[in-house]
């Protein structure tokens, strides 16, 4: 089955420690998004790809890094430099044809710190 | 700056109740207007939304555009249990998707 996968599920980080957040698809969809989650907030974006090894900041990037080798994979570092990072994190991909396009979405990782 | 507001933030309602969520938007390059359903973890798509006043309609729950006004509104008739979660709006600007706050719906049996 096609989908999205993200890992893993809960995760907890101490001080000073980087931690990474894998997100994987199958869909050959070109574009994928990190997107946190506060409450009461809603969603907000971090970093989006639309091909591979190009990537563009969101409205949140301090203290967040991410790479795009492959199409099929979009990995979330979260660095010490992000001091409130407990959050739920959802990663999305999407195709990028030109016309409008709905986001597929990851069940999400949720980040505690120690 | 793009940005999406829903209200009411959260709603609490009675089953056979009929609610209406609001999603009000202003982004300069418009492309499409989605909702969404977010009852644990992953968000599940119900609608785009592209053309102003083209009603889009499945089982109980509808949506409508109105471009002018740049506002959106999702219908639920005969709520049910079931349909208590977070209904997210966003709106593609044509570079990424921009989330409101998201509207926090319960229904009580």
């Known amino acids: 089955d096609g989908g999205i996968t993200q890992s893993p599920k809960y995760l907890f980080r101490k001080e000073g420690q980087n931690v990474t957040l894998s997100c994987e698809q199958n869909?050959?969809?070109?574009?994928m998004y990190w997107y946190r989650q506060d409450p009461g907030q809603g969603l907000r974006l971090i970093y989006y790809?639309?091909?591979?090894?190009?990537?563009q900041k969101g409205d949140i990037a301090e203290g967040y890094s991410v790479s795009r080798e492959k199409k099929e994979s979009f990995p979330l570092t979260v660095t010490s430099a992000q001091k409130n990072p407990t959050a739920f994190y959802l990663c999305a991909s999407s195709k990028w044809t030109g016309e409008n396009e709905k986001l597929f979405f990851g069940s999400g990782t949720q980040l505690s710190v120690l | 700056e793009d940005k999406v507001v829903q209200s009411p933030l959260s709603l609490v309602v009675h089953e056979g109740d009929t609610v209406t969520l609001n999603c009000s938007y202003e982004?300069?390059?418009?492309?499409?207007l989605l909702w969404y359903k977010q009852e644990k973890k992953a968000p599940t798509f119900l609608f785009m939304l592209t053309s102003s006043g083209i009603e889009k309609k499945s089982g109980r729950l509808s949506s409508i555009l109105d471009k002018k006004e740049l506002f959106s509104i999702l219908n639920i008739t005969a709520t049910q249990t079931g349909d208590s979660a977070v209904y997210l709006c966003?709106?593609?600007?044509?570079?990424?998707?921009?989330f409101g706050a998201g509207t926090r719906l319960t229904v009580k049996p």
């Open positions: 966003a709106v593609d600007n044509n570079n990424d998707m921009r």
């Open positions: 982004v300069t390059n418009f492309r499409s």
């Open positions: 790809s639309q091909i591979v090894n190009d990537f």
């Open positions: 869909l050959n969809h070109d574009a």
